[in-house]
């Protein structure tokens, strides 16, 4: 696997992590486990826990942010309106994984990237869209920030409500958004629909993958607690094996020492034996005559 893969796979590994538990629930270990990578692996691509959910996090606005501009760029404010409501709701179908991370308290570590600061951003899109149809209905449009957070606050909480309940389907759920919100409480239209465009513009749109149901949700984590058991027990094989091999390591660097020390031990004694030696040459050849010597020297 090459290291942009790596990469890839950890962000993605990551994202349902945190999904999942959150990021004070996600550790390092667990994401390093689950990739069947060592930790120092996870630092190396992103610096520790915090870089790769700021990364997750930040691919999640962009895309969501993407998706609610796109449907801004419609003609008619009504059809923007609807659009936009459209857009959250496919992203909440379509990327459940990352709304319930947005939608999550915020940690320091994603900075910027939190919930409010996106529907900050989105507002203010939407804010510029308010202008014009104050402007064109005699109202004040110095009132365009208010409204405009006004009205994302509720399609974002809508959206927060139907993660979980996803029902009736996001058409209708767009329909009845934008009927409170075009129409207001005293004009509510009693079978809201969406107008032609966006209902052709939707269907354009990919089906959504099936969700999986709650049986294959709990067959997923049991699948994945037994590769976390199977990975766990791989790295205690790998561990005892690595000790079980240090010890033979230290075993053979004794016996090496042990042989050193007798080599040692061998020269010296040879090298002892060897003065010895010198010093006995030496010694007989400054030794006296004997005394017989020194009397037939006499005669």
Avoid: C
């Avoid at 060897?274 to 400054?286: F, H, I, K, L, T």
């Amino acid at each position: 696997m090459s290291g942009k893969e790596r990469r890839e796979q950890l962000i993605q590994i990551s994202r349902t992590l945190f999904a999942e538990k959150g990021f004070d629930g996600t550790s390092v270990e667990e994401i390093a486990a689950t990739a069947n990578v060592s930790k120092p692996v996870v630092y190396e691509h992103f610096g520790g826990k915090e870089g790769v959910y700021a990364v997750v996090v930040d691919r999640e606005m962009q895309k969501l942010l993407g998706m609610v501009t796109e449907a801004l760029s419609a003609s008619h404010a009504l059809v923007k309106l609807e659009r936009a409501a459209l857009a959250l709701l496919a992203y909440v179908e379509e990327n459940s994984e990352g709304f319930r991370i947005l939608v999550r308290d915020s940690h320091a570590a994603s900075g910027t990237g939190t919930f409010a600061s996106l529907i900050n951003d989105i507002a203010s899109q939407v804010e510029d869209v308010m202008v014009d149809e104050f402007v064109m209905r005699g109202y004040d449009p110095k009132l365009a920030p208010m409204y405009s957070q006004m009205l994302v606050g509720m399609v974002a909480l809508t959206g927060q409500w139907w993660l979980d309940v996803r029902r009736p389907a996001r058409e209708e759920v767009a329909a009845h958004l934008v009927n409170l919100a075009w129409n207001g409480l005293t004009g509510l239209d009693p079978r809201p629909r969406l107008t032609a465009g966006s209902r052709a513009a939707e269907e354009r749109r990919p089906p959504p993958a099936p969700r999986p149901t709650e049986k294959e949700l709990r067959e997923r984590e049991k699948a994945r607690e037994r590769e976390l058991k199977e990975q766990e027990k791989i790295r205690e094989r790998e561990q005892r094996e690595a000790e079980k091999l240090a010890r033979e390591q230290e075993k053979a660097r004794l016996r090496e020492l042990k042989e050193q020390e007798k080599i040692r031990e061998r020269e010296q004694r040879e090298l002892e034996k060897a003065r010895a030696q010198e010093a006995r040459a030496a010694a007989r050849q400054v030794r006296p005559p004997a005394d017989h010597e020194e009397v037939h020297s006499l005669e």
